[in-house]
């Protein structure tokens, strides 16, 4: 599939609503830290988005009651107590607000370039797959939301000592309804799916947007967009001449 690049605007005021959905591990310790730090990170996009967590490991519904979540215990497991992900995106599809879902890890950060860019692929494609790795860096505490400049903080430190994740993996996927609403039975954290994910898309002849590392360091030049046929997670590359998508909302993840 060809499409024309498409320029992303930094400043652009996003009004794009969409869902996020999640399957938290316990919140226990270090991920639990990790785990609120993201979850505090998607409220604070604007317009607000609407959360799921799903599955009933500990911490999960107090943590959806604290900060006011939506909250489906009940999902299917496979003989090993692992979550199954063809109920968990099913049940997303079916119980989300909006048109637009995200499928999140639940250590990810997402910070304020994530609605604009989404938004932006809209404008030009109605079917569509986006996805991404992260940074990661260590995190040892909560980060403290109420101070004005804790996303600029952040960035600081992941361009002084963060490490990009290694090309295996995925850790975001943003898909209009009813895409991927039936799945295999993969279960969470298995290899694997996230390229079955992308294999899907493309054998659909659907625009896949590679959303990984473009807006983590945003400079005054305007990074362009087009959809791919092949995958190459998560690298910047301006002016490329394949049809690799290359724009990027930030990701980051506690280590």
């Known amino acids: 599939m060809t499409a024309s690049p498409l320029s992303i605007l930094p400043n652009l005021q996003p009004t794009l ?21 993201a979850i505090q990170s998607w409220l604070h996009l604007q317009p607000q988005p609407e959360i799921i967590l799903l599955g009933n490991d500990e911490g999960t519904r107090e943590t959806a009651r604290e900060f006011g979540l939506r909250h489906i215990p009940n999902i299917q497991l496979n003989t090993h107590g692992t979550p199954l992900l063809n109920d968990i995106f099913f049940q997303a599809s ?14 990810i950060i997402l910070t304020s370039d994530f609605l604009p860019t989404v ?26 939301f109420h101070h004005s400049h804790w996303e ?3 960035r600081d430190r992941v361009h002084q000592a963060g490490t990009f994740s290694g090309v295996g993996a995925l850790d975001y996927f943003v898909f209009p309804k009813p895409l991927f609403s039936q799945l295999p039975k ?14 899907e898309a493309i054998k659909q002849k659907l625009p896949v947007i590679n959303a990984s590392q473009l807006i983590n360091y945003r400079d005054s030049s305007k ?11 998560r ?14 909302p930030r990701s980051f993840c506690g280590q």
């Open 235 to 248: 690298s910047i590359s301006r002016n490329r001449s394949t049809t690799e998508s290359n724009l990027s």
């Open 17 to 37: 609503n969409l869902t996020i959905f999640a399957v938290p591990k316990p919140f226990l310790g270090q991920i639990g830290i990790i785990q609120r730090n």
């Open 223 to 233: 990074p362009r967009l087009q959809p791919f046929t092949r995958t190459s997670f």
């Open 119 to 144: 938004q932006q692929v809209i404008t030009q494609y109605q079917q569509f797959l986006i996805i991404g790795r992260r940074w990661n860096q260590d995190l040892t505490e909560p980060l403290n």
């Open 94 to 107: 079916q119980q989300a607000k909006y048109p637009i879902l995200t499928y999140v890890n639940s250590d």
């Open 186 to 199: 993969f279960a969470v954290g298995r290899a694997g799916w996230d390229n079955w994910i992308v294999g």
């Open 152 to 154: 600029q903080n952040l």
